[in-house]
């Protein structure tokens, strides 16, 4: 009964590396969604994917790409990390018209 | 810009009191309202949702909707120490969701 698993769980970059965050659910939902959040700010959407096929951006897209990989996997990269993209970073999958979304576990990443 | 406004405490109350928490939305559109409970260190799991004007109860907990007003509450009934974590509120406008900032909530033993 996984739902929605994220890795890593954590990391440390320097300032100007690459990394892909992971993300796959097992519920068969359509919609998929990464988020950021930082102290005070509560969760902001950086991306998300209505269906399989399709993304659009959210709220702070700015540094981040993604790509629905299928159906169950959505990823997150950070092509040059900077300082201020140091956070934790949840994903999120949504089944239906009206449900919730469920949550992974985050991945706390640090960029020095 | 949308936006979910809730207090963000600390409230504390009592082992067995009722908690009351708000929030508060600016996009009449929103169509679906919701609360996650957040521990620290930990992901945001699912409390209840609402998307009609009215109570919803789940066991000790009830949510109440109020468009006209765009009020949406969580009451939780006989508090426990086991309840003290974050509480956010989230709105869903279209496939987006908007998140408050969260209200901490102490549960006194």
């Known amino acids: 009964n996984a739902g929605v698993t994220q890795t890593p769980k954590f990391q440390v970059l320097k300032t100007g590396q690459s990394m892909t965050l992971q993300c796959a659910q097992d519920?068969?939902?359509?919609?998929m969604y990464w988020y950021r959040q930082d102290p005070g700010m509560g969760l902001r959407l950086i991306y998300y994917?209505?269906?399989?096929?399709?993304?659009d951006k959210g709220e702070v897209p700015n540094g981040y790409n993604v790509s629905r990989l299928n159906k169950r996997e959505f990823s997150l990269r950070l092509e040059s990390a900077a300082p201020s993209q140091t956070s934790v970073y949840f994903c999120?999958?949504?089944?239906?018209?009206?449900?919730?979304?469920?949550f992974g576990d985050g991945t706390r990443l640090s960029i020095l | 810009q949308k936006e979910v406004e809730q207090n963000s405490g600390p409230l504390s109350v009592p082992e067995g009191a009722i908690a009351s928490l708000n929030c508060t939305y600016s996009?009449?559109?929103?169509?679906?309202f919701f609360w996650y409970r957040q521990y620290s260190g930990k992901s945001p799991e699912l409390i209840m949702f609402?998307?009609?004007?009215g109570d919803k109860e789940d066991g000790r907990f009830t949510a109440q909707l109020n468009k006209a007003s765009q009020y949406v509450s969580l009451l939780i009934r006989d508090s426990q120490p086991s309840d003290s974590a974050t509480y956010l509120c989230?709105?869903?406008?279209?496939?987006?969701?908007?998140f408050g900032t969260g209200t901490s909530l102490t549960v006194i033993p």
């Open positions: 994917s209505a269906s399989e096929g399709t993304t």
């Open positions: 989230a709105v869903r406008t279209g496939n987006q969701f908007y």
């Open positions: 519920m068969n939902h359509n919609s």
């Open positions: 609402i998307y009609s004007n």
């Open positions: 999120a999958s949504r089944g239906g018209q009206v449900g919730p979304q469920h």
């Open positions: 996009d009449r559109g929103s169509q679906s």
